[in-house]
């Protein structure tokens, strides 16, 4: 159960010079661990989590998720794979608009079936997880029928649904208020450590990454450990 990242590269082919945005991205993360990742805007950040999250793919360099190189995977495997090891939160929630806040949470275990014990389970579990946000009370609703917190409360059940080893959260309280943004925020560590996720956060907002005993920097295509200055 751990993260294992090595020499993680990055470019993206133009007419000219390739374009580099990572340059060496080395990481090693366990279970229990969160981590605050900030950085100027096209720094790269979100070309890492959709690495980690095995959305795209590296140039070179290796990624271990629970001892294993999802890139190695064929299309298929890797689909279970993510599925099953991974929670990904985005900036903008992704909720399907046609189901309900239930459905949307379960989303993850209706693909996954072979995994059927404990989807026997899912949905006492969706359940729990949409009370311990506090949306109990909004379950039968549909996203368009919510406010924006809401929506993104719904994205962090829904993220761990399947018991990730890995949470990933690209600016997830970018588009809320600053009140709603720290609950949010909140929700988030607390289920972090509840459920032993190692958990990577990117975002702009030096007030979420106060809250993380571990913060990086994306600078010249690496994570680079963060000067205290301005932050806390
Ligand atoms: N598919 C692609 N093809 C070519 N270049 C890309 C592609 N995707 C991203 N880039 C470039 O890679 C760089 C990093 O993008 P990325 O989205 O990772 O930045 P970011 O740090 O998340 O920025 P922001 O804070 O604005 O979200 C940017 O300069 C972007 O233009
Ligand atoms: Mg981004």
Known sequence: MSLQVDQLCKEYPTRGEPLRVLTGVSLVMQPG????????????????????GTLDTPSSGTVLIDGQNPFTLDENALADFR???IGFIFQDHHLLPQC???ENVLVPTIVTPARSKKNADAESWARQLLERVGLSNRIDHRPAEL????????????????????LLADEPTGNLDRKTAKTVG???????????????????SIEL??????????????LQPMSDGGVS
Do not use: C, W, Y
């Not at 406010?147 to 993220?159: K, P």
């Not at 909140?186 to 702009?204: G, K, P, S, Y």
């Not at 990454?209 to 690496?222: C, W």
């Open 33 to 52: 661990e969160a981590l605050a990742v900030m950085g100027p805007s096209g720094s790269g950040k979100s070309t890492l989590l959709h690495i980690l």
């Open 83 to 85: 599925n099953e090891k």
């Open 100 to 102: 309900t806040v239930l």
């Open 147 to 166: 406010s924006g917190g809401e929506r993104q409360r719904v994205a962090v059940a829904r993220a761990l649904i399947n018991h990730p080893t890995l």
């Open 186 to 204: 909140q929700l988030l560590r607390e289920l972090h450590a509840q459920e032993q996720t190692i958990l990577i956060v990117v975002t702009h």
């Open 209 to 222: 990454a106060r809250e993380f005993p571990k913060r990086m920097e994306m600078i010249d295509g690496k």
